[in-house]
């Protein structure tokens, strides 16, 4: 089954704990981003990366991290987390050409306290 | 990207057709309208896309009025589990660069499916 799939699903931490959340997708999709969203806000672009090791910021990057080893994953760290990272992250991917269908990940929700 | 407005709430009965109604007014030649939709805290599920023809799939009908300036979204056949948010994106199908697969989502509207 086509899907793209992340960990942890749920995550409650404190301040200044390092985190990482991984995202992987088994469609052999070149293109994969992180978005994150928040009430009021709608869904953000946090990074993105066309392939591997090929990656650049989004609309509201600061305070994370990136990386591209493989083209299969793409995690997501937060090296120093603060409260205001809070939110729900969505991992996403997409060939190359075009953008017509965007596969979604099911989302974590994470909670820094 | 165009701006695209749409109504931030709708309701519907079960077994019948939801009409979801998008403006992108300012919408250009290249861009093309897409549709997406979340429930409740999932990831976003691609529903539809299309530049100026009606489109149909197993999911819906999009209908894009011919000076492309507003587009309907049709459910044929509403059932509890559409019960959703819908998005309505406007973009350049390929965009490069910085643009090149981002999706920007603006609030949606909130479908109710009634019994």
């Known amino acids: 089954e086509a899907q793209v799939t992340q960990n942890p699903r749920y995550l409650i931490t404190v301040t200044g704990k390092k985190l990482t959340v991984t995202c992987s997708q088994n469609?052999?999709?070149?293109?994969m981003s992180w978005y994150r969203q928040d009430p009021g806000l709608g869904l953000r672009q946090i990074y993105y990366?066309?392939?591997?090791?090929?990656?650049d910021k989004g609309d509201v990057p600061e305070g994370y991290k990136v990386s591209r080893k493989e083209k299969r994953n793409f995690p997501l760290i937060l090296e120093s987390p603060s409260p205001n990272q809070t939110s729900l992250y969505f991992c996403?991917?997409?060939?190359?050409?075009?953008?017509?269908?965007?596969?979604f990940g099911p989302g974590t929700r994470l909670t820094v306290l | 990207d165009a701006k695209t407005t749409q109504p931030p709430s709708m309701d519907c009965a079960e077994g019948r057709a939801a009409n979801l109604p998008c403006n992108h007014s300012?919408?250009?030649?290249?861009?093309?309208v897409y549709w997406y939709r979340q429930i409740h805290s999932q990831g976003p599920q691609y529903i539809i896309h299309?530049?100026?023809n009606n489109e149909t799939n197993e999911m819906a009908s999009l209908i894009i009025t011919e000076d492309r300036k507003s587009s309907t979204l049709i459910l044929p056949h509403a059932t509890l589990r559409d019960t959703a948010v819908y998005y309505c994106?406007?973009?350049?199908?390929?965009?490069?660069?910085?643009?090149?697969?981002?999706?920007?989502f603006g609030q949606g509207t909130i479908l109710t499916v009634h019994p």
């Open positions: 990366s066309m392939n591997v090791e090929v990656t």
């Open positions: 299309g530049l100026k």
């Open positions: 300012t919408i250009s030649g290249n861009e093309y």
């Open positions: 996403a991917s997409n060939k190359r050409e075009g953008v017509n269908e965007q596969f």
């Open positions: 469609m052999n999709h070149e293109y």
């Open positions: 994106i406007v973009r350049v199908f390929n965009a490069g660069g910085t643009s090149y697969g981002k999706l920007t």
